[in-house]
C-alpha cells in the first residue's frame, strides 16, 4: 500500500496545522487560504489528504534566512503575562475543549468556524443557558449569512439564568451564605435595588434556597 494513502492521525494533523500557522506568519499564505487549509487539515483522512495542502510550501524557513522582515522585534511583542499550566488547565476554555476531545486552540478554532451550528449549541450548553421552549435551530440562514436568525423557535427567561438557576445549600455553605447575605443588605442600604425589581421573598434559615424577585407593575 502506498504510504500516502495510510490514514492520518491526530499528530499528523497537528503538524500540518503547524506548517500552515508558520506559512501564514511568513506571508506565504493569506487568512482566507489559512482558514481554508486549517479546516481541511483537520477534516483530513489520509496522508494524501495532508501533504495536498502543504505541497506548495517550502521547508520552514529559519528567521536568519526568512524574507519577510517583522514589524517589531521579539521583545517588543513579548506577552506582559503567560498563564501558568495550572491556570490553563483551571479555564473554562480548557475545560469546554476536553469536552469536545479538541487537543488544541487551533483545531478548537477549526470545528467552530467551520460548524458554527455546533459551537453555538455546545457553548450555549456549556454555559447551562434554559430555554422555556428549546429551539426548533440553532441558526437559521434562510434569509442569506448577512440576516442570521439565533436559536430559531426558542424563548427563555432572562430572570430564570440569572437569578433562579443560582442557589445552593446555605448550611453546607455557611461562608458563601454570610457573604450573600451581606451583599444584599448593602446593596439595598446603599444603592437599592433597581426600581423594576424588588425582592418579594428571602429566607434567611439554613438550607436549599433562593431570593425570589418580582416585576413592579
Same mark, same amino acid.
Given at each position: ?27 506565504? !499564505? ?19 489528504? +495532508? ?6 510550501? &517550502?521547508? @520552514? *524557513? &529559519?528567521?536568519?534566512? $526568512?524574507? %519577510? @522582515? &517583522? ?32 487537543? $488544541?486552540?487551533?483545531? !478548537? !478554532? ?9 459551537? *453555538?449549541?455546545?457553548? +450555549? ?15 437559521? !440562514? $434562510? ?12 424563548? +427563555? ?22 457573604? *450573600?447575605?451581606?451583599? @444584599? ?8 435595588? &433597581?426600581?423594576?425589581? @424588588? ?5 434567611? *434559615? ?9 416585576? %413592579?407593575?
Amino acid at each position: 500500500m502506498d504510504a500516502a494513502s495510510f490514514r492520518a492521525g491526530d499528530a499528523d494533523r497537528e503538524r500540518v496545522a503547524e506548517r500552515l500557522r508558520v506559512a501564514l506568519e511568513e506571508g506565504r !499564505l493569506n487568512l482566507h487560504e489559512y482558514d481554508d487549509r486549517l479546516r481541511q487539515a483537520y477534516a483530513a483522512r489520509t496522508h494524501a489528504d +495532508l501533504d495536498a495542502l502543504i505541497a506548495d510550501l &517550502p521547508g @520552514v *524557513t &529559519p528567521p536568519s534566512q $526568512s524574507q %519577510v @522582515v &517583522p514589524a517589531a522585534t521579539a521583545a517588543d511583542n513579548a506577552a506582559a503575562w503567560r498563564p501558568t499550566a495550572e491556570t490553563i488547565n483551571r479555564s473554562h476554555l480548557k475545560r469546554f475543549m476536553d469536552q469536545h476531545g479538541l487537543k $488544541s486552540f487551533d483545531a !478548537l !478554532l477549526a470545528r467552530s468556524t467551520a460548524d458554527i451550528a455546533w459551537f *453555538t449549541d455546545a457553548v +450555549l450548553k456549556y454555559l447551562d443557558i434554559r430555554f422555556a421552549r428549546p429551539y426548533d435551530q440553532v441558526v437559521d !440562514l $434562510s434569509r442569506g449569512p448577512a440576516w442570521p436568525e439565533w436559536c430559531a423557535g426558542g424563548e +427563555l427567561n432572562i430572570t430564570t439564568n440569572c437569578l433562579d438557576k443560582y442557589q445552593w445549600d446555605w448550611e453546607a455553605e455557611p461562608r458563601r451564605f454570610e457573604w *450573600t447575605r451581606a451583599l @444584599v443588605s448593602a446593596r439595598e442600604d446603599l444603592c437599592g435595588l &433597581p426600581d423594576f425589581l @424588588v425582592p418579594t421573598h428571602r429566607d434567611w *434559615t439554613p438550607g436549599p434556597k433562593k431570593c425570589c424577585y418580582g416585576l %413592579v407593575t
